[in-house]
């Protein structure tokens, strides 16, 4: 089973549209995770952290699940300007410096 | 304040032939990460430095690769004899302090694109 593992996509959603993903990893003991967004060939960026049961930002909530070792993240009233790929982070245990990547998720929004 | 830079952008390389990618952290951040993104694959983590010492190298291949990360100039990673199996997009994350026991945001340079003939 992979670390970090997501459904790699692509989500073709309208404006406006309410969409989620998810994420599963193996390490039980991980405390911490983190979204990040990575558009095309560009570098990735954070977007959310997640430390506890959930996060809100804006438009953006993260929710974290133990018992099922699952995190997702929610985007609603998508926008264009969303469309990017979804990078679920998880830091692998004994400190946060080496960090697990998904592959990403893709999000392509459309008018 | 400038961001995390990375040069060159884009490397060709023919086989054989050596590669050294160049990192400058951002001001004041004296901890500097190596990640590999293959093509449709997620970045994988090769190395963390801080300044003249390399701190994890649990992720970078044995052979060929090595970082460092002087006290004075950008840190380098250095591929030996690439081969076609090294194209992909390398990036280099720093952040203003280690992340033992809680995160510190790792902020990413724009990243090299090494391809291979």
């Known amino acids: 089973r992979k670390e970090v593992e997501q459904d790699p996509g692509p989500f073709n959603v309208p404006e406006g549209a309410t969409v989620a993903f998810n994420c599963t990893y193996s390490?039980?003991?991980?405390?911490?995770f983190f979204w990040y967004r990575q558009d095309c060939r560009k570098e990735p960026k954070l977007l959310m952290s997640?430390?506890?049961s959930g996060n809100e930002d804006g438009r953006f909530t993260a929710q974290l699940n133990r018992a099922s070792q699952y995190i997702s993240l929610l985007i609603r009233d998508s926008k264009l300007s969303d469309s990017a790929t979804y990078l679920c982070?998880?830091?692998?245990?004994?400190?946060?410096?080496?960090?697990?990547f998904g592959a990403g998720t893709r999000l392509a929004v459309h008018p | 304040n400038a961001g995390v830079m990375q040069n060159p952008r884009h490397l060709v390389r023919r086989r054989g032939q050596e590669a050294r990618l160049r990192c400058s952290p951002m001001?004041?951040?004296?901890?500097v990460y190596w990640y590999r993104q293959l093509p449709e694959e997620g970045l994988k983590f090769m190395v963390y430095?801080?300044?003249?010492?390399?701190?994890?190298e649990s992720g970078m291949p044995k052979e060929r690769f090595s970082a460092e990360f002087p006290k004075e100039g950008p840190s380098i990673l250095r591929i030996q004899q690439v081969v076609r199996g090294d194209s992909a997009a390398y990036f280099c994350?720093?952040?203003?302090?280690?992340?033992?026991?809680?995160?510190?945001?790792?902020?990413f340079g724009p990243g090299t694109r090494l391809t291979v003939l």
């Open positions: 994350a720093s952040s203003p302090l280690p992340g033992t026991d809680f995160y510190n945001e790792q902020f």
């Open positions: 997640v430390y506890s």
């Open positions: 430095l801080q300044k003249e010492n390399i701190i994890d």
């Open positions: 390490n039980s003991a991980s405390q911490s």
């Open positions: 001001k004041g951040h004296s901890h």
């Open positions: 982070v998880a830091p692998r245990s004994g400190g946060y410096n080496k960090l697990i």
